[in-house]
């Protein structure tokens, strides 16, 4: 076994690997760039070196740095994590050379699944289902639009060297045939610098899963079930579980030992997976094998009770598997949901800053047998940087069953707390409750189709509402008890406290009575609806239960002026809790309109403006870009929404921009 290994990652799975080599009694170096000063994978390793500035490409991508934290601590193994460089060939190959372990597979499977084309040739002549398509390279448009008539449209138009969205098309019809090969072959090149071109079927109502494949050195290879990995946003997976909804054990059986036969072909060793793009009808085609630990591995450590790093470290060190196909078993039902810094009200536009609150929900067994896990590299107080990807957290849940898991990552999301950033939290919420997801029918269109208008947050319901409202009056009750407890007050002068409210928020009003005993709240609302509330809620307290007539709710709690800010389910409301003579008048008031910015370009994002395109004077078109603002790895172009002259640039090309910072106005 190892002594040392060095982490050649930052953030969550390099904490996830040092836990394990920990349990294993492994020395761990972990490597930092200056943003990651003081990240917490740097302070669960036993050892920590410096390896250059903050952007990976003079960081965490460099191999020559690396290599020399690896020299300088000793170590004799090196686990990659996932993304850099961890389908890197040449970083592979260059440890071997060095007489260092990479724990991970060989360099030519690295190598013969890097290449999209070469990747399908292999699984075609392994009998594994492939997409009906050209695996050719293709010359140029008019043979494009021979190819994909012959294939049958829709097709998909891919860069071999693709990832990401990037260097894709789909075309149905001739014309877009030509116009996408071109396309897709300009981004190709400007993206990956390789423009070559391939053609295949376009999948309708796809869905998209994967099959775990685990292999030793000694010629054993097997699968452990499948993820469906449906829902994502721009080609980036969002939810995941463990196992799929959709398929059946016949259709798991022949996916999984077709991921064998495609390991096999290939050599594989260590952990990887085998992506299928399947159809209504269940039939799967092959996509493209990951050749390393993929981010969404802890729901098949929960439904298999394997360790997966931990299977990598001992395959990487020369041992047997020690079980054989028949002992995996899927036990019950997992579900990943992946925390982003991004503001899904700003189209998911990424968001940095200090988490001024991090409290995720407490992890392990829970009463109901549940299990839930969080594995993240953050932590309260620490900084979330413009440089890396904005991945805080997943978590994960885990139940007897599928409608349980989601149920327990319901809650389990109502009681993580995150403030200082932007984040997705209410939108996984706001998916959870959808009839939708909750019956299984996924595909990789469903957060297309389902926010096609963008994500606006969660309208209460009327049953929502009515419980919001409870909760908003105890609290009220509450505050307006301690108020009135006020020392040095006139005798015989001190306030009593109402028990008639009105309840605002969300455009609905409720005129409700509130009664407190010894048992708790209870809130009687006009249409004689009497409602129980119990609560550990106190004042300063930003999480707490409610009990309505028995039935808990985390609910997230802040005051907001006079007004009284409640989370909860993807719900975020502001309640207003008037007597009703202050209602009254409150009606009256006039509404405060927001700003006028429409003769401003805001930006969108914390990020660094790279370009600036037009000057002062200068006269713009609808479309046109403005400026590009970068963050987090994407670049986002600005561009003008109508025709208008530039009155002033406010800010020069690499300025540093907080959200709605002035970037230019138009007279």
């Not at 690396?66 to 190959?93: C, M, Q, W």
């Not at 040739?121 to 695996?135: L, N, W, Y």
């Not at 990037?166 to 014309?175: D, F, L, Q, V, Y």
């Not at 370009?601 to 400026?627: D, F, H, N, R, Y």
Request: one cysteine or more; charged letters at 25%.
């Amino acid at each position: 076994m190892f002594k040392k290994i060095l982490i050649a990652n930052r953030g969550e799975i390099a904490c996830r690997v040092i836990r394990t080599a920990k349990k294993l009694g492994i020395a761990t170096v972990a490597v930092y760039s200056d943003a990651d000063r003081d990240a917490m994978h740097m302070r669960l390793a036993d050892e920590a070196v410096h390896i250059g500035p903050s952007p990976s490409s003079q960081s965490y991508i460099v191999i020559d740095k690396l290599l020399e934290a690896i020299r300088k601590t000793g170590a004799d193994a090196v686990h990659p994590g996932y993304g850099f460089l961890s389908e890197n060939a040449a970083f592979a190959e260059t440890l071997e050379k060095e007489g260092i372990t990479f724990i991970g597979p060989p360099v030519g499977a690295i190598k013969a699944m890097g290449d999209k084309i070469t990747s399908k040739k292999i699984a075609a002549e392994a009998d594994v289902s492939t997409v009906p398509g050209h695996m050719g390279l293709i010359d140029d448009a008019d043979e494009a639009v021979r190819i994909a008539s012959a294939i049958g449209y829709p097709v998909m138009i891919k860069a071999s060297a693709g990832g990401g969205g990037k260097g894709m098309r789909i075309a149905w019809n001739e014309r877009e045939a030509r116009e996408g090969f071109q396309s897709s072959k300009n981004e190709a090149m400007s993206s990956f610098g390789d423009d070559r071109i391939f053609i295949e079927k376009f999948v309708t109502e796809p869905r998209h899963i994967e099959i775990q494949v685990l292999g030793d050195m000694h010629g054993n290879t097997l699968y452990l079930g499948e993820r469906e990995c449906s829902i994502q946003r721009r080609n980036q997976k969002v939810i995941e579980e463990a196992p799929s909804p959709f398929l059946d054990k016949k259709t798991r059986r022949a996916m999984g030992e077709q991921a064998v036969a495609l390991a096999k072909a290939v050599g594989y060793h260590s952990a990887g997976t085998v992506e299928f793009i399947v159809d209504a009808d269940r039939n799967f085609y092959f996509l493209e094998m990951n050749t390393r630990l993929q981010v969404e591995h802890p729901v098949t450590e929960l439904v298999t009770g394997l360790d997966l790093v931990e299977q990598m470290i001992r395959i990487a060190a020369g041992e047997k598997l020690a079980f054989r196909q028949d002992d995996v078993k899927l036990d019950g039902w997992a579900i990943e949901s992946r925390l982003y810094a991004e503001d899904p009200c700003r189209n998911f536009l990424p968001s940095i800053g200090r988490l001024t609150r991090y409290r995720p929900p407490e992890e392990g067994r829970q009463d109901d047998g549940t299990i839930i896990r969080n594995d993240t590299g953050v932590f309260e107080g620490g900084e979330i940087s413009m440089y890396y990807d904005p991945m805080i957290a997943k978590l994960c849940s885990w139940a007897p069953d599928r409608a349980t898991a989601v149920e327990a990552m319901a809650d389990a999301l109502d009681a993580f707390e995150v403030e200082g950033i932007g984040h997705n939290l209410p939108f996984l919420s706001a998916v959870m409750q959808q009839q939708r997801f909750r019956e299984g029918r996924l595909t990789t269109a469903y957060i297309a189709e389902e926010f096609a208008e963008g994500f606006r947050g969660v309208a209460p319901d009327e049953a929502s509402a009515i419980k919001l409202a409870a909760v908003a009056v105890v609290i009220n009750q509450a505050l307006q008890e301690r108020a009135s407890q006020i020392s040095g007050t006139i005798g015989n002068h001190r306030r009593v406290v109402g028990q008639e409210w009105v309840v605002n928020f969300a455009e609905r009003e409720f005129q409700v009575t509130a009664g407190v005993s010894a048992d708790g709240a209870h809130v009687r609302f006009a249409d004689e609806r009497a409602i129980s509330v119990a609560t550990d809620w106190v004042p300063g307290r930003t999480l707490a239960t409610f009990n309505i007539d028995n039935q808990p709710m985390a609910v997230k709690v802040d005051l907001a002026g006079t007004g009284i800010r409640l989370r909860w389910r993807g719900i975020d409301v502001v309640a207003r809790v008037r007597s009703p003579r202050v209602a009254e008048l409150a009606r009256l008031m006039p509404k405060k309109l927001p700003p006028d910015t429409s003769k401003m370009l805001l930006c969108p994002m914390p990020g660094v403006v790279t370009s600036i395109s037009v000057k002062a004077g200068e006269t713009v078109e609808a479309g046109q870009s403005l400026a590009v603002v970068e963050a987090m790895k994407m670049e986002n172009i600005l561009r003008a929404e109508r025709r208008a002259k530039v009155k002033r640039v406010a800010i020069d090309a690499g300025a540093s921009l907080a959200v709605d910072e002035l970037i230019m106005e138009f007279e």
